[in-house]
């Protein structure tokens, strides 16, 4: 809700206020405090999570100083190209360029001023990358990250207050933020006035009305991100008369275990593995990407499909908390046959034993299939064999506010909203305007890059305007 007022009167003021306290908010806050400028962040949860807090902590970043020490050439124009290729040529060429250029020194950033530990992730390649540039925190998970920022911000005696849902803007017809209003548990409010606002609370994705108006492929999908994702940047933005782009865009993941809820390391199917659907056969091209194959999972009979790999995949995969915490409740299992898969699965054995065998020529053969899948590099899956029921699911939405090179939030014609920012999942992201443009990885670029140029510019934006006062 936009309230439009000229003259109020707030129960306190501070130069920037951040909605939200995920990854892109955090940096935001930090980078501003950088800059000299003091921000308050408000969170609607008691504790900072959201999205970031359930991501696997990989960041995609290009020409780190971890990249160097690794001997691993990369480069802006190389990870920019990648970016546009994966959504075809249809997100915005000079955000791919300028957030690729910005990737870099937000990762060394991370590393060296936060203290998150990072290191280059090897060994295979996320789909549309075209070398090593995912940089992981040691057991992959966003409680390492949260953790982190949530350390850098009490160092630096960074405000959050916890538990304050902002439930409105205070904004002139010009379109000029004077403030917010945060509401609390008990239904208290408190009006705080800005001379500049981040927007940092993220997408869409557990607002059931708007996936069903711009994702209705995804309407019945499993919701596997932050409730508190209702849309709120979007909503208020369509007030203020801001300009939207991609609302159609999102992350799924093609492999979640079903009914356990825990993910599958995308890797154990680029290290060769597959998956069946209940009756035995492949269904698709497995390693295009785990964002598009949400809905060819979801497409297939009772939504769910068996995935398989073996022992290389499976060591691979033991890295990640949330694969070792799927081993652990059961949902990956274990078998030293296909008989032993069957038995488990209640797959039909002969269709079962055609899938293994067609992979099998497939890699012999160095040819293609029947879905364009490459099968070159890979050995045929041998015992033991590690194997899932998984459903599709979706993560967060992509498509936002359109930002500019500084995270000020556009108009219609371009012209940028006279204090306004917006980061992560809240802006407009580089994946176009459909689910086969997520590169791996751009969900916590945009949030973390972002962030970092939304603190930055708002500061700017605040100490000129008290170098005008004064």
Known sequence: MILRVEDKTFDASVPIVIIGAGACGICAALTAKENGVESLVLERDETPTGSSALSTCLIPAAGTRLQRAEGVEDSVDRFAADLIAKAKDQNDPKMARWVAEASGPTVDWLVDTVGLPLSLVKGFKYPGHSTYRMHGSPNRTGSELMAALTGAIARENIDIATSAHVTGLF???????????????????????????????????????MIREYIPEMADAIYFGHAGNQGDAVLWGRELDAATADLGSYQGHGAVTHPHGTLVFWGVLTEGGFQVNLQGKRFSNEVRGYSEQAVEVIDQPDHVVWEIWDHEGHELGLSFQDYREGVEMGAIREAGSLKEIVEQSGLPLDALSETFEDVAACIRRGRKDDWGREWQGVEPLEPPFHFARVTGALFHTQGGLVVDGKARVLREDGTPLPNLFAGGGAARGLSGPSRWGYLSGNGLLTATVLGRVAGREAARLVEGQHCRLG
């Open 171 to 209: 904004a002139n017809e010009a379109g000029h933020v004077r403030g917010v209003r945060a509401t609390r548990p008990d239904g208290a409010t408190e009006d705080i006035g800005c001379d500049a606002l981040i927007l940092a609370c993220s997408g869409y994705g557990g607002n059931p009305e």
